[in-house]
């Protein structure tokens, strides 16, 4: 008898155990990550309390997300905004300085955020624009990385691909395209099937995934199918409200957009301006690209719903940078003003049913160690970034970002930002520039000059010379 019932203890106590061996790595299971990359994706939303655009399905993952209010990019061009996100590095001097930055040849010594989670049991995938450049660091993914366009500007009407193709001008035809009797289908809408096929396969593992997917629009051109042009009336538009170069400003922090220049419909003569009749139709172009890319979006969270992996997952979503609509008389980023440094950043936690609104000045540099932490693994060494775990609790309302654009430096408060440009031979300062964001949000004066602003500017600088010790 005591034989049987040993026995019977036994298995009971076995039985016991391997329920908490199970619930424990339940508890220890690392969360799938959707990391959700937006081509010159400005913060003009819903969910950042503007009304011009719609975006319903991107207001609806900022509803259950961390809503990071003040997220600045770290160098307002594509690519070296994105090798400093995916590297976990601050740009410098040395590293990070343009559009064709390579990480493979900048940082080839650290661990991309891919890489680092392929070698902590992810499963890892790039599908569209991840880094600059498609073949760069591909030790960072299980897979080949995998685009959907043929080539970047993705024009699909006969009128633009024929002048694609007999313009001597790398590529470019109009600024935009409004997508009727369509050769192919847009590179985005490619993207967005090819991870709903993958994420099939992936349910089917044990292995979590990480899986990046990157959205070409809206960059330029501002090509979209007509149904989201259709979603606006130009009529309705309005032009930028302060169209001129901010009072007192230097004139090393304006350009003269050549990127939008490029295009034929554009004035190539530097010296012309944008007629408005055609910066309406640029802005309802914009508009109509993040209408599109937020339909995509909401195909890709239906199908995450659908297999039942929506609410356990990580979803990011992030711009590279920001974008200006004629504001300062600009177009395209490349400078050092807000319109060109905030960007949108969304975090969803697992099991996350609400929204929370972050007004800490955060960088693109933490997601890299955020996704760590959240991820229930180590972090490396080399990250420059903040694990964003303590800000979401705190809110501190004394961080700034930091971003570099060739020999610009800015810091971004809540309150102020700054910069200002040396001379790289002997660090002689040329010229700086500080706005008040309560006062002055647009930043339309500086107040660079007004002498009782020199002990905010030297506490500026300090933190400029701060950054600069850490390479």
């Not at 329920?19 to 959707?34: A, E, G, M, R, W």
């Not at 099937?193 to 070409?216: H, R, S, V, Y």
């Not at 009336?233 to 004139?251: F, H, V």
């Not at 610009?408 to 040329?430: A, C, M, P, Q, V």
Request: glycine share 4%; net charge neutral; with cysteine.
């Amino acid at each position: 008898m005591k034989t049987k019932i040993f026995f019977l203890f036994s298995i009971i106590l076995g039985v016991i155990i391997l329920t908490s061996l199970n619930n424990n790595s339940d508890v220890q299971k690392k969360p799938n990550i959707i990391f959700i990359a937006v081509d010159d994706l400005r913060p003009q939303l819903n969910c950042y309390g503007k009304s011009q655009i719609i975006s319903p399905n991107i207001d609806y993952l900022a509803s259950n997300s961390y809503t990071y209010e003040n997220a600045v990019c770290n160098f307002p061009v594509c690519g070296a905004s994105r090798a400093s996100l995916l590297t976990g590095l601050r740009p410098n001097k040395n590293r990070f300085k343009s559009f064709r930055t390579r990480m493979d040849e900048d940082a080839d010594d650290v661990l991309t955020i891919g890489e680092w989670f392929k070698s902590n049991d992810y499963f890892t995938l790039s599908l569209g624009k991840i880094s600059h450049h498609t073949n760069d660091s591909p030790e960072s993914w299980s897979i080949p990385a995998w685009r959907g366009e043929k080539n970047w500007r993705d024009y699909q009407t006969n009128e633009n691909i024929f002048a694609a193709k007999t313009n001597d001008n790398n590529g470019a035809a109009k600024a935009f395209e409004i997508g009727e009797n369509l050769n192919d289908d847009y590179g985005d809408t490619k993207m967005v099937n090819k991870a709903i096929e993958k994420l099939d396969e992936l349910t089917l593992k044990e292995q979590p995934f990480f899986m990046a997917l990157g959205f070409l629009k809206p960059h330029l051109p501002f090509n979209a199918p007509k149904k989201y042009w259709d979603l606006y009336n130009e009529k309705d538009i309005e032009l930028a409200s302060n169209r001129y170069q901010p009072e007192n400003s230097p004139d090393i922090s304006m350009h003269k957009y050549g990127e939008l220049r490029k295009y034929t419909n554009i004035p190539s003569d530097f010296n012309l301006d944008v007629p408005d009749s055609t910066q309406k139709k640029l802005i309802h172009g914009y508009y109509a690209c993040v209408s599109y890319i937020d339909d995509e979006i909401g195909k890709l969270i239906k199908h995450l719903k659908k297999l039942e992996i929506y609410d356990n997952s990580i979803i990011v979503l992030w711009g590279d940078h920001g974008w200006q609509l004629g504001e300062h008389n600009l177009w395209a980023k490349h400078c050092n003003y807000q319109t060109s440094l905030k960007v949108p950043l969304l975090i969803k936690y697992p099991k996350q049913k609400t929204q929370k609104r972050i007004r800490s000045v955060v960088e693109l540099l933490d997601i890299y160690p955020t996704l760590c932490e959240l991820s229930n693994i180590d972090k490396p060494n080399h990250l420059q970034g903040k694990s964003l775990l303590t800000i979401n609790k705190l809110d501190p309302e004394n961080l700034n970002g930091y971003t570099k654009y060739h020999k610009g430096e800015t810091i971004t408060t809540i309150e102020k930002s700054y910069t200002e440009w040396r001379n790289k031979d002997n660090n002689y300062l040329k010229a700086n520039m500080m706005y008040d964001l309560v006062k002055d949000p647009d930043e339309n004066t500086n107040i660079s000059k007004n002498k009782e602003n020199t002990p905010s500017i030297l506490k500026f600088q300090y933190l400029l010379d701060s950054v600069r010790l850490l390479d």
